[in-house]
């Protein structure tokens, strides 16, 4: 058996937060966003959990994303969050995958694709209201919507955009975002444009700006467990879905003033017990995290000993035994330990995005499924 890092990921407290935001949002339909590989917990059996919950709409970010889940099995509707590509404009027919439409071009596109093949893929079409990102702009919105209008074939069912600032303690922004997308609306409906889903809302703005829901949310972030940011409310009662942990390989007493692992920064000040942990950044471990960080370990935290190394870490457990071949709580929780992912990402300037995203190297994830 491996030895090495481990990502339990609690696929019924997946579930339970699925529950609590969809309660949250008004029993809106609920679009979940599993790209990155489910932020990291492992995008096939994410679906596959939520989809038992009742969630019958996905989002990732590229094509082969989508296609992964359909050869998975997965029969709820899939959209795609990057630029559409003609060449997978007809396997996207087939398997009924959902496409994103940002341009001008892409519209010429699609019109071209069904006059040759008298097919269309369905199509949601993203509106920049100030991201700065993908999407028409405000000023070629009325241009787009009706190039769209006069096409033939276009199967534009939905229209969305992207908040830039929903996750932070200043709105206005944000408002003003809310604002550009609903004059894009009433330019739609002026012309007779008629859409059966409009989304806007993610994370943030669930907990930040609930009058951005329209016809669904789609929510990434407090599904795993974590809140996006520390401006946000953090009164829901979400779980941490991923236990990230590794094991404890050697034990070694150590006197006053022996230097540990690179650059000689961290000193034993005293006699100590240092723990080498087989988990590295390759693994995903954030490095910064050694200066003043911490894993958990039977109830108790222990201060991480020097820098990160690639492969490896250094705990300091002080006078406590630890014993080889048991695991440390990296960030998650179980039945004796807890570190929120969220304390980590505070502390280094980072976000649970980044953290969450970066497991990857030789961990090994494990799926938890009570019975």
């Not at 990732?60 to 989508?66: I, K």
């Amino acid at each position: 058996m491996a030895v090495g890092p481990k990502a339990i990921i609690h696929l019924d407290r997946l579930r339970h937060n699925y529950k609590i935001v969809k309660t949250t949002a008004g029993g809106r339909r609920m679009m979940a966003v599993v790209k990155a590989n489910g932020y990291g917990h492992g995008a096939v059996e994410s679906t596959k959990a939520l989809a038992q919950e009742g969630c019958d709409f996905f989002a990732v970010f590229t094509f082969e994303e989508a296609v992964e889940l359909r050869d998975a099995g997965i029969e709820e509707d899939i959209f795609v969050f990057s630029r559409s590509r003609h060449e997978t404009f007809a396997e996207a027919v087939d398997r009924n995958i959902t496409l994103n439409i940002s341009h001008a071009d892409d519209v010429s596109a699609l019109a071209g694709f069904h006059a040759e093949t008298g097919e269309s893929p369905k199509v949601h079409l993203k509106v920049d209201t100030g991201m700065t990102r993908l999407g028409i702009t405000m000023d070629e919105a009325e241009s787009v919507l009706e190039k769209i209008k006069d096409a033939d074939g276009i199967r534009c069912e939905g229209i969305y955009s992207h908040y830039a600032t929903a996750d932070e303690g200043d709105l206005g922004y944000a408002n003003e975002q809310l604002k550009n997308f609903n004059a894009v609306l009433e330019i739609a409906d002026s012309l007779g444009i008629q859409f059966s889903i409009k989304h806007f809302s993610n994370s943030g703005s669930v907990l930040n700006l609930p009058e951005s829901g329209f016809d669904a949310v789609r929510v990434g972030m407090l599904l795993y467990g974590a809140f996006p940011s520390d401006e946000v409310p953090a009164e829901l009662d979400i779980k941490p879905v991923m236990e990230f942990r590794g094991p404890i390989v050697h034990v070694r007493r150590v006197s006053a003033g022996t230097q540990v692992s690179y650059g000689g920064v961290w000193t034993a000040e005293k006699e100590t017990t240092i723990g080498v942990i087989q988990t590295g950044f390759a693994d995903g471990f954030p490095r910064p995290w050694y200066a003043g960080g911490c894993v958990s370990y039977q109830g108790n935290r222990y201060p991480i000993a020097g820098r990160v190394c690639m492969d490896q870490l250094m705990v300091d457990f002080g006078d406590a035994s630890p014993n080889e071949g048991e695991d440390v709580l990296f960030f998650g929780e179980n039945e004796t330990d807890s570190i929120r992912v969220e304390e980590i990402a505070s502390a280094i300037g980072s976000t649970p995005y980044v953290l969450l995203t970066a497991i990857h190297g030789r961990t090994e994830r494990k799926y938890f499924k009570p019975s």
